[in-house]
């Protein structure tokens, strides 16, 4: 019966370790780039009917970033359909509370991209003007106009950045015969004939070495100075170290948070229990709840 018990309990101890026991480590996943760009109102900003010269109508258009990533945004106009002397003819102003993004002609409609952050947005007044000296040649037409805007995920805003060079565009490499002939060997200045009277300098018209006594202790050693330089020049010592960039630069952020976590620990949570239960064994021995095998006859 004892030993029913303690091989129960053992498969407890077991059952349990199992359950706790973690598979595999722990870690964060990084999330997918969202792109979400909306418009309110969505398919219709104008509708007029009636329009007479000195006539101007204005509404907010809202441009919201319901994504995960910020992102720039730029905009185009583009004629749908109706009379071209009418589409050259209307006015238009784009503004924020803060600057004028636009204002001219409709139809040479031309801005600058955008920066919107994640999870928000920005108000425009939008106001289409019919100018006031237009004349009768303008009663009767019609024209749609369509306005179109896009979101750009990259760092930098796509009108602003330069367009990698297509493939085979770039400048080709100078031809063998195109830049200048080398020198030939004899056109530099010849050296000095024996006799051109120049007498070789003496040998103690250089600098004198500076006296021990001029002031300027030794450097200690190990103070990281490196040589003094020659008197009279203004270069750095030449064991002084250039500072260099290192090879790896720190990587940028990617999104992702570090593995947190350890390797699983199996190993060590099973070396643990062995011993427990070899102590357990000898404690239920030592109260005689299970026969000692080690014990003679």
Excluded: H
């Excluded at 992102?71 to 503004?95: A, M, P």
């Excluded at 991209?113 to 425009?124: N, P, Y």
């Amino acid at each position: 019966m004892k030993k029913i018990i303690f091989f129960s309990f053992l498969y407890t101890c077991v059952l349990l370790l199992l359950t706790i026991i973690p598979v595999g480590s722990t870690g964060a996943t990084k999330s997918s780039t969202v792109l979400n760009l909306s418009l309110f109102p969505q398919k219709q900003l104008f509708n007029i009917s009636g329009f007479a010269p000195g006539d101007w109508a204005e509404r907010k258009l809202i441009i919201k970033n319901d994504g995960n990533t910020n992102f720039f945004y730029n905009s185009t106009i583009k004629k749908v359909s109706g009379n071209d002397l009418l589409f050259k003819q209307l006015q238009l102003k784009i503004s924020t509370p803060n600057e004028i993004l636009y204002e001219g002609k409709i139809s040479e409609f031309s801005t600058k991209s955008r920066f919107l952050s994640s999870f928000s947005e920005e108000i425009l007044d939008v106001i289409i003007v019919f100018p006031y000296e237009s004349g009768n040649e303008f009663q009767g037409l019609a024209t749609e106009v369509e306005f179109i805007l896009y979101a750009d995920g990259r760092n930098n805003p796509p009108d602003d950045a330069d367009p990698p060079d297509p493939p085979g565009n770039g400048d080709p490499p100078d031809p063998p015969d195109d830049g200048d002939p080398p020198d030939p060997p004899d056109d530099g200045d010849p050296p000095d004939p024996p006799d051109d009277g120049d007498p070789p300098d003496p040998p103690d018209d250089g600098d004198p070495p500076d006296p021990p006594d001029d002031g300027d202790p030794p450097d200690p050693p190990g103070d990281g100075d490196g040589t003094d330089p020659p008197p009279g020049t203004n270069e750095p010592p030449s064991n002084n170290p250039t500072p260099t960039k290192p090879a790896d630069p720190p990587s940028k952020d990617t999104g992702s948070l570090p593995q947190t976590g350890e390797e699983n620990p199996l190993f060590i949570i099973l070396s643990g229990f062995f011993i427990s239960l070899a102590g357990l064994g000898l404690l239920l021995i030592k109260k005689s709840i299970i026969p000692n095998p080690f014990k003679r006859g």
